[in-house]
């Protein structure tokens, strides 16, 4: 525990921080500024990727996806049949190039340790997380990515 002579400033590394008993100032937001997020900052993005290709038996497309959503849990949802499988889930990134750009390398990155056939990607969507609850709302979006999971189409 560190002590402090009364009338003394705390210090942090044998520099005092300000004399005791000086106020330190405080600075104020005009009425009607808006806080704006830099634009810098990662966003959240809903991604829906879709692969497909010749059949492949459903026990290991089942399997292979169980895997890559193990080794990656930010997986919300896969839906398969034998030859074609659907992939939802949330990327966060600065931009939609960003975003998208993960989405096309998770496929073939992961095809070798996840066990996942040899398709191909043949639909990618990726929507801003304000867009996704957008649609949602007005009921024309998918529908909310549950049951969480891995499931037959």
Same mark, same amino acid.
């Given at each position: ?6 009338? @003394? ?6 520099? #005092? ?7 330190? @100032?405080?600075?104020? *937001?005009?009425?009607?500024? &808006? ?7 990662? &966003?959240?993005?809903? *991604?829906? !990727? ?11 497309? &089942?399997? %292979? ?9 930010? !997986?919300?949802?896969? &839906? ?15 931009? /939609?190039?960003? +975003? #998208?750009? *993960?989405?096309?390398? /998770?496929? %073939? ?12 990607? *043949?639909? /990618? ?10 649609? !949602? +709302?007005?009921?024309? %979006? ?12």
């Amino acid at each position: 525990m560190r002590r402090v002579r009364p009338g @003394a400033a705390a210090s942090r590394d044998g520099v #005092a921080s300000r004399p005791a008993g000086e106020e330190r @100032a405080l600075t104020s *937001v005009a009425a009607g500024d &808006r806080y704006e997020e830099p634009a810098d900052l990662p &966003r959240l993005w809903h *991604v829906t !990727l879709s692969v497909s290709g010749k059949e492949a038996p459903l026990k290991e497309v &089942r399997r %292979g996806l169980e895997q890559l959503a193990h080794d990656h849990p930010f !997986l919300l949802t896969s &839906r398969y049949a034998n030859d074609h499988a659907e992939i939802r889930y949330w990327e966060e990134a600065r931009d /939609l190039h960003d +975003a #998208a750009a *993960v989405a096309l390398r /998770l496929w %073939g990155e992961h095809r070798q340790t996840a066990k996942l056939p040899p398709w191909e990607i *043949v639909g /990618l969507e990726v929507i801003d997380r304000e867009t996704y609850h957008q649609r !949602l +709302a007005e009921g024309y %979006g998918p529908p909310p990515a549950s049951p969480v999971g891995v499931h037959p189409f």
